[in-house]
């Protein structure tokens, strides 16, 4: 029989299960090219909620994928790695999108992974690009080298203004009246 902690502990990640299926079906894709133009196709994590989800639970990542953090402003950023089943690159970018650091082989946790043993890692950026162990590395990133990559529109979009009225015409009689 399970004790009460054990049934919060479940229903805990439950609830952050269902997040990850509902965040998933909203998700924005865009594309990172590396130098070299390299593509990458990305998930965006844009509002903190999507913060905090990131890349747990996945236990694989695809080839030339990855998911690009973006936070409002360039800042000191700390990255938890809790939940998150497998090794990771963490390629930190100013606001200009050039590296600043490269964490590489950060390494993944387990559901059994004390807190205290979960990997964190540090950077300054407004962008965090988080990728497949390796891939850092295989493509050559380096400190100082530019990404490039577009983001959605966060302008509103414009306001619909209802057409005019159209003011009643004159009537134009263009007949002849005999008399």
């Avoid at 998933?24 to 590396?34: D, E, M, P, R, Y």
């Avoid at 690009?68 to 402003?73: A, D, E, I, N, S």
């Avoid at 700390?78 to 606001?95: A, E, I, R």
Wanted: glycine share 6%; no cysteine; hydrophobic share 40%.
């Amino acid at each position: 029989m399970m004790g009460n902690g054990k049934w919060r502990w479940l229903a805990g990640i439950a609830m952050l299960m269902v997040s990850v299926f509902a965040w998933s079906a909203q998700h924005k894709l865009t594309k990172v090219i590396l130098p070299g133009n390299k593509i990458l196709r990305v998930d965006l994590a844009l509002t903190p909620q999507q913060h905090e989800v990131g890349l747990m639970f996945r236990t694989s990542l695809p080839k030339n994928y990855g998911m690009l953090f973006v936070f409002p402003t360039e800042q000191d950023l700390q990255f938890w790695m809790k939940n998150t089943w497998v090794d990771l690159d963490m390629v930190f970018l100013d606001n200009k999108k050039k590296i600043t650091i490269i964490h590489r082989h950060v390494p993944r946790s387990y559901p059994e992974t004390p807190d205290s043993m979960v990997a964190r890692r540090e950077g300054r950026g407004q962008y965090v690009l988080e990728l497949p162990a390796g891939t850092a590395s295989h493509y050559d990133l380096k400190e100082g080298q530019q990404l490039t990559f577009a983001l959605p529109s966060t302008k509103s979009p414009p306001k619909k203004v209802p057409p005019k009225k159209a003011s009643p015409k004159k009537r134009v009689d263009r007949h002849k009246r005999i008399s």
